[in-house]
């Protein structure tokens, strides 16, 4: 896959270890390789990671809170 000239590297970094099968089991390819495919470091690869992570989390928790309080 490679790499895309607009918008965020974390939004992009989501959607590259998605396509990557990064969330597979088991996992089709490894951050490292994705990093080397995407010509950034793992290091950064997996700091755009955690913040598309954080930002996911950020954005469901309410709606998690509310179907918990509604039961």
Known sequence: MSQRG??????HGGEDVTAYGYFEIPRQATLEEIAEEMGIAKATASNHLRKVQRQLVEFLLPYINLAVQET
């Not at 607009?6 to 939004?11: I, L, N, R």
């Open 6 to 11: 607009t918008g965020s590297p974390a939004v």
